[in-house]
């Protein structure tokens, strides 16, 4: 069977959300400064959140299992049910196909949906979610603020340039 269109974009935003992990200490750890001003600061966050998604995502992830450090059993749940997330619906790139029936990819996104809420509520891991979305947002904004992206030129140009290419003054002044 073929997948349907829904399936196909499906399939085409997963291979993308893969290849979206850069490089951890080529690209992720480099190239730190201040921004100049709020400008700056908002086109850096929305090029970093955007260029560095998977790496994000990863982080994001341990944190929260970083936080189920002091429960041992509901980590290793969440474990099964993050690499059940990833080899069901995001690392593969062919339709679901058990005992010669396929499953839509409706059906194991709502399938895995349901898995996650009924494992958050039988093990009360509320508290550890909001904690690690709190912790992982903050870090995720740090070195997305902090991290100067590779193909971004300051919005003010030449007005940060100290001096002409042709090394003349800036132009003449008249004397009041």
């Known amino acids: ?5 829904g399936a196909t974009n499906t ?13 951890w ?20 966050f929305q090029k970093n959140l ?16 970083l936080t189920l450090i002091l429960r041992p059993i509901a980590a290793i749940v969440f474990l099964f049910i993050i ?15 058990v005992f010669d029936f396929e ?10 949906i349901v898995i996650t809420i009924v494992a958050v509520a039988v093990a009360g891991v509320w508290w550890n979610i909001f904690l690690s ?3 992982a947002g903050l870090l ?13 030129e300051s919005p003010y140009g030449a007005l940060l340039s100290g001096v002409d290419e042709d090394g003349a003054s800036r132009g003449a002044y008249m004397q009041v």
């Open 1 to 5: 069977m073929t997948p349907d269109a």
């Open 11 to 23: 399939y085409s935003t997963t291979a993308e959300i893969r290849h979206a992990i850069r490089p």
């Open 25 to 44: 200490f080529d690209d992720f750890l480099t190239s730190f400064t201040l921004p100049l001003s709020f400008p700056e600061l908002s086109l850096r």
């Open 50 to 65: 955007y260029t560095f998604r998977g790496n994000y995502a990863i982080i994001s992830l341990l944190i929260f299992i």
């Open 83 to 97: 690499v059940g997330w990833i080899y069901l619906f995001f690392a593969r790139d062919e339709p679901l196909i």
């Open 103 to 112: 499953f839509g990819d409706r059906l194991v996104l709502i399938s895995l």
């Open 133 to 135: 979305i709190v912790i």
């Open 140 to 152: 995720v904004s740090l070195h997305a603020i902090l991290r100067t992206p590779d193909d971004t």
